[in-house]
């Protein structure tokens, strides 16, 4: 009990430049369930006023994110309640955009949070033995809108942001420098050498469905 106190201690202290009220929500954030209903909750950040890669801070303060920002926040989160601080990155092709998700593991088995307008790319519940597993159960996912075509080409391994430190987490710049690392780190390809030429693009039904979002650039809290 004693030593239990003691880690948990000197875990906090770790986050001690975050404010009383940024740590009070994060902390309720205490398991994958109730981040991903969090980040449910932001709006898309759909960076009207130029590019951005929000730090937690910025974003409890703004109120909304975007893919690689509501990871940074969840991945937070995760650490916090005692989880590694885990990303998971897909690229795809040049006229698609990347995803990011933060990873998270139970008994033994992976899952992920993620932030998104959309209804794919969501979370993903802890039943994957690998994070290939993982990783490929988006695959179906990431398509074109206008021609169908599936374009997810790799993923990262699991991207630890604790060789980071901790201040990122509270930066009132912007994250590129963590977002070019990502982007960098060792990538596996998605579609076994090949076998691209057989893969089959999204249906019509399949297109339709994904054209619904959740937040519109209108909304003034986007």
């Not at 990871?71 to 989160?77: C, I, V």
């Not at 992920?112 to 597993?133: C, G, M, Q, W």
């Not at 076994?192 to 057989?198: E, V």
């Not at 999204?202 to 994904?210: G, L, V, Y």
């Amino acid at each position: 009990m004693i030593l239990s106190l003691f880690w948990h201690t000197k875990h906090m202290e770790h986050f001690s430049h975050l404010s009383q009220e940024e740590l009070a929500i994060l902390r309720r954030l205490n398991t994958p369930q109730k981040i991903q209903d969090f980040l449910d909750t932001l709006p898309i950040n759909f960076e009207k006023g130029g590019d951005t890669c929000l730090s937690p801070r910025r974003v409890l303060r703004e109120k909304k994110a975007h893919c690689i920002e509501g990871a940074f926040l969840a991945a937070t989160a995760l650490w916090i309640a005692g989880e590694r601080p885990l990303l998971l990155d897909f690229k795809t092709v040049p006229e698609d955009e990347d995803h990011v998700v933060a990873l998270y593991k139970k008994n033994g088995y992976w899952g992920a949070l993620s932030k998104t307008n959309h209804a794919v790319l969501r979370f993903r519940d802890p039943i994957y033995r690998t994070v290939r597993e993982l990783a490929l159960s988006y695959f179906h996912e990431y398509f074109m809108l206008e021609t169908g075509k599936k374009t997810l080409k790799s993923y990262s391994r699991p991207f630890s942001l604790a060789r980071f430190g901790t201040k990122w987490i509270t930066s009132e710049k912007n994250l590129w420098y963590i977002a070019g690392a990502l982007d960098r780190s060792p990538h596996s390809p998605a579609v076994p050498k090949g076998n691209r030429a057989h893969i089959r693009p999204i249906s019509h039904i399949e297109r339709k469905a994904f054209r619904m979002t959740e937040w519109t650039k209108k909304n003034p809290r986007t």
